[in-house]
C-alpha cells in the first residue's frame, strides 16, 4: 500500500529552485541540514511533497547518476492559473506559454521553467457556464 507520494528534482542549486516554489505559496516542510548549504529541501503542494535534492550530493554520497532538465513536468492545479503565472515569472521563471484556453475550452493552463529549468503547467478548470471565458 502507498502512503504518501513524493517527487524529487535533482537541482545544482537546492535553496533557489525551492525558494521559486516557496514564493508561489507552497510551504516548505523539511529541510537537511538545517545550517549550511541544504542537501534537502522539501515542500508541500497539495499533500504530494516535492523534493529539491542537491544533484552534487546525490552524486558524491549515493553514487548515482544525476542530472537537472527538463525530463519531466510539475502540474500546480490552482484556482487561477493566470495569476500563479504571474506570481512565477515575478520569482524568475522563464516564460514557455502564456496562459491560453484548452481547445474545448475546459481549462486554462500555461508554462513555464524555474530557475534551474524544470518545467511547470499551471492550470485550472473553467466552470462549465463561463464557456471558456
Not at 75 to 95: E, K, M, Y
Request: hydrophobic share 40%; charged share 25%; with cysteine.
Amino acid at each position: 500500500m502507498i502512503g504518501a507520494v513524493q517527487i524529487n528534482l535533482w537541482c545544482a542549486d537546492v535553496e533557489r529552485c525551492a525558494g521559486f516554489f516557496r514564493a508561489l505559496g507552497l510551504e516548505e516542510t523539511f529541510r537537511y541540514p538545517l545550517d549550511g548549504d541544504p542537501h534537502q529541501i522539501e515542500v508541500d503542494a497539495a499533500g504530494v511533497r516535492i523534493g529539491f535534492s542537491s544533484a552534487s550530493v546525490g552524486e558524491e554520497l549515493f553514487g548515482i547518476e544525476t542530472r537537472t532538465g527538463p525530463d519531466s513536468e510539475i502540474v500546480l492545479w490552482c484556482d487561477d492559473a493566470g495569476l500563479l503565472f504571474d506570481t512565477a515569472v515575478a520569482a524568475g521563471a522563464q516564460v514557455l506559454q502564456e496562459p491560453a484556453d484548452s481547445p474545448d475550452g475546459r481549462l486554462l493552463y500555461a508554462w513555464v521553467t524555474d530557475p534551474e529549468g524544470h518545467r511547470v503547467k499551471f492550470v485550472h478548470e473553467r466552470s462549465p457556464a463561463s464557456g471558456g471565458a
